[in-house]
């Protein structure tokens, strides 16, 4: 027996992996984004600052993907891995919750062509500010165009110089504050007011190789109104929609809502379905708008259609002077 048998074991602990930390802490912290998306996503908020906060629900898919990618490093590097692989296994569950949501916008749901074509333009005209000449050179092909927030002086514009084409508008006239506005090729007639903050409207006209088509021009309160305005109005803008779904409709405009909000939810159970979501167009943020580097970044603009129509194409336009995108939709006559 040697001196060196009876020399005390000194443990030392092994080195932290350099980076371990930093990799954790990153999965945390965008893992809690990740589950806020997933929650309001099954818990579809019905008060306001919850509502503005799901507007964001489909970047919850980035976070989680992140969260994701930092746990699955750490959870390779990780001594004791167990707590890690718990969390790996969650972002793993997000990010595929994520993909079956968000999926279905990029797998087209085609409908039977029943009717001749038809085109439908809609646009937020931000408070009237939006370049009329532009607008025009858009609707060059169109039948219908939907415009919001036209203010009195902007009816005044947009009459003359897109009266040639599109004769027929309700409401006739727009005295004060801003109002929806539709424009038609064809005879207007049945318009009627949907009391809102900014007043929307919905009449009925007659196209060649579809007949009678119903439109309503949507415009109802964003959450930053208050007073629980925003989910009142979209009831009382389903509402009016059911009330219309006699025959062929056309619901477009800035909604102030996705499609993951609980508002827009209930539209498509109602049979009211986004034409993006019919043409596999996949997620089209239309808002803001107006700056130069950062593009948009949520999807409140829709045209939405009923179960007599289809969507064969749907697509964004930019015109100066407004802070939101236009669409462009393409539409035809379909069977039940």
Known sequence: ????????????????????????????????????????YLVPPTDDASALTASFIPYGLIAALISLLCFGIALLRARRRAPTAVLTMISAWLLIMQVIWIGPQFVASPRPVTGRPFTVISLNMKWGAADVDQIRSQAENADIVVLVEVTPTAFDAVRSRLGARFPYSVPNRILTGNQSLILSRYPLTGGRPLPSTNQQWSASTTLPGTGKLNVIAAHPCNPLCGGSRWRVEHAELLQRAEALDTGPEVIAGDFNATDDHGPMRA?????????????????MPTYPADHRVMPPLIEIDHVLVNRRLTALSIKTFRVAGTDHLGLVAQLAGSRE
């Open 267 to 283: 539209m498509a159970r109602h049979g009211f379905i986004s034409a993006t979501d019919i043409t596999g167009a996949g997620w």
């Open 1 to 40: 027996m040697t001196t060196d048998d009876h020399a005390p074991r000194i443990w030392t602990a092994p080195e932290p992996r350099r980076f371990q930390a930093l990799w954790f802490g990153l999965g945390l912290l965008t893992l809690f984004p990740a589950l806020t998306a997933a929650f309001l």
